[in-house]
Structures are given as C-alpha cells and as structure tokens.
C-alpha cells in the first residue's frame, strides 16, 4: 500500500509530459508560420551576403 501511495505521488514523469507539450506546440507553430518564417530568414541571408560584399 505504502509503494502505491508513493508512486501516486511521484511527479518525476511530470517534467517529460511538460517538455513533450512544449515541443508539440513549437512543431505547430512552425507549421503553421512556415512560409512567413522562410522569407524571413531568406531576406535576413540576403541582407547578411549584401553587407558582406562591402567588406571585401
């Protein structure tokens, strides 16, 4: 009864459960703004290669 008691009690897997969900949120969110977040560090890329031209 007492290991019942304690294994009820134990939030050990808790941390795994909250990182599981976490992820599942990100991997949606990336889903969802795919297009947005292509351009976006496609223009970033562009911006990076231009002003490293004027160096050289």
Known sequence: ???LRRFLKEEDGIGTVEMILILVVLISLVIIFKNQLTS???DIFSHIVSKTGSVY
Do not use: G, Y
Request: hydrophobic share 50%; glycine share 0%.
């Open 1 to 3: 009864m007492k290991t």
């Open 40 to 42: 976006l560090v496609n």
